[in-house]
């Protein structure tokens, strides 16, 4: 049964956000103020949290940049504003989704269903990849570069080695979307993007002129064999 921890202010919408998800197996516990959410989600180290922006005494933006370093599981924010501001600022603080409000209990099921899919089967394989100084486990999660450890989300982690086990090969963003994500590709959602950037700085990569991840203008990302050290 997996733990969901749902961050949110509104009660009502709790209570009928925990009762869908309850009836389809997992388990819920909430919490309704940022304060204590940053508290209980370090404690508890639920499966996966979903988390408001707009909540008391801490946001959501400052809730996640603050678990960020002491919970590596999935979190997919809750927004009720339809701009890239949101989406974008979330993802590069390390969120792993996002839904905006008011969300169709089905499309949370999905969402919830791909970030927890996507971990469980990570941590079943015992897979190495080495590109020069890059060294990625993907049973431990473990990447380093030039002999250091290199910290990612749940989210750009499960990106490096998509794009890293097929080094040289241009992967569509059609395709990132499908095997990392979990949906399809709209044409619209900015995610992987924000996610590509985030990384390159982590990879100490070139901002203006990538050379270890390599946008391919119309086709997608691919990851270079070479420019590893």
């Keep these: 049964m997996a733990h969901v921890m749902l961050v949110e202010d509104d009660i009502r ?6 009762q869908f998800l309850q009836s389809h197996g997992f388990k819920v516990t909430q919490v309704h103020d940022g304060e204590q959410a940053c508290k209980d989600i370090v404690a508890a180290q639920p499966d ?3 988390l408001d922006i707009m909540l008391p005494n801490r946001d959501g933006f400052s809730v996640c940049r603050q678990v960020r370093l002491d919970y590596q599981g999935p979190i997919l924010f809750l927004t009720a504003k339809d701009s890239d501001f949101d989406q974008v ?11 905006i409000k008011p969300v169709e209990p089905h ?3 999905a969402r919830l269903n791909a970030l927890l ?3 469980s089967s990570v941590i079943s394989s015992s897979e ?3 590109l020069g100084q890059l060294s990625i486990n993907k049973a431990s ?8 450890e290199v910290e990612l989300t749940s989210y750009e982690f499960d990106l490096l080695w998509a794009l890293a086990s097929r080094a ?4 569509s963003r059609e395709y990132i979307y499908k095997h990392v994500v979990g949906r399809e590709y709209d044409g619209l959602d900015r995610s992987v993007d924000v996610r590509i950037s985030r990384l390159r700085k982590k990879l100490n990569d070139n901002l203006d002129q990538p050379e270890r991840l390599i946008t391919v203008w119309g086709k997608g990302y691919l990851c270079s064999k070479s420019a590893w050290g």
């Design 107 to 109: 499309v949370l099921l």
């Design 89 to 99: 600022r979330g993802l590069e603080i390390g969120a792993d989704d996002y839904v």
């Design 141 to 148: 999660r473990k990447v380093t570069l030039d002999a250091q």
């Design 13 to 18: 919408l709790a209570n009928l956000t925990s």
């Design 168 to 171: 040289g090969e241009t992967q």
């Design 117 to 119: 899919r996507r971990n």
């Design 128 to 130: 190495q990849l080495t």
């Design 48 to 50: 996966v949290v979903v």
